[in-house]
């Protein structure tokens, strides 16, 4: 049986989360154990109840997302905080992540990928990110990201770049995802395109 993880919810508007509610609960994998309303509320529920993932509204009464970001890396609280927002600055994602977010979701893609970002996120499959698409090309990718974009390119199925990589698919996968979401691609074969387009194979 897979695992299944804790979430608390933080979100000042509760027909909002309810709704996010609903959809990661109905996974089976995933229990929200507290909602929040406030900043405050989200770090003190974090600390009393210790989750498994914070996922965190940035717009929030009395604390920010970012300031209660940073008051659980300052705590070093054993929890992943994956930050859910209307904002699209790539300037304002980077200062979020630097604070120690396991990742960023905008609240229009949401509904189709939190579910999915809430478990990699649980299961440190690294940074996922859904980031603005006004930050597009190769800076916006990890390392690792990159070389499983170049296997891609050159032809491995993701079975192939798994060895290559010494990874597991389900890692190849995510890492995929997270590339076409970057780059504003709907699939491999744009990725492949992409890269041979813009010279990634020949980096």
């Known amino acids: 049986m897979s695992?299944?993880?804790?979430?608390?919810?933080?979100d000042d508007h509760p027909a909002f989360r309810s709704g996010i509610r609903a959809l990661l609960e109905k996974s089976g994998r995933l229990a929200v154990v507290a909602e929040a309303s406030d900043g405050v509320e989200a770090l003190s529920t974090v600390r009393?109840?210790?989750?498994?993932?914070?996922?965190?509204?940035?717009d929030m009464p009395k604390m920010s997302g970012v300031e209660v970001a940073?008051?659980?890396?300052?705590?070093?609280?054993?929890?992943?905080?994956?930050?859910?927002?209307?904002?699209?600055?790539?300037?304002?994602?980077?200062?979020?992540?630097?604070?120690?977010?396991?990742?960023?979701?905008?609240?229009?893609?949401?509904?189709?990928?939190?579910?999915?970002?809430?478990?990699?996120?649980?299961e440190g499959q690294g940074r996922w990110f859904v980031m603005p698409k006004s930050e597009t090309g190769l800076t916006a990718l990890t390392d690792r990201e990159r070389a499983v974009l170049l296997e891609l390119a050159k032809g491995q199925t993701n079975g192939g770049i798994a060895e290559a990589l010494c990874l597991s698919e389900y890692t190849v996968r995510n890492h995929l995802t997270n590339v076409y979401a970057k780059l504003g691609l709907e699939g491999a074969r744009d990725a492949v395109a992409w890269a041979w387009r813009t010279g990634v194979v020949r980096t």
Do not use: C, F, H, W
């Not at 695992?3 to 933080?10: E, I, K, N, Q």
């Not at 009393?48 to 940035?58: E, G, Q, R």
């Open 3 to 10: 695992d299944s993880y804790r979430v608390v919810l933080a």
């Open 48 to 58: 009393l109840l210790k989750p498994d993932v914070l996922l965190l509204d940035m």
């Open 70 to 122: 940073r008051a659980i890396r300052a705590e070093t609280l054993p929890v992943r905080v994956l930050a859910l927002s209307a904002y699209d600055d790539p300037a304002y994602v980077r200062q979020l992540l630097d604070e120690g977010a396991a990742g960023y979701i905008t609240k229009e893609k949401a509904p189709s990928l939190v579910v999915e970002a809430v478990i990699a996120v649980a």
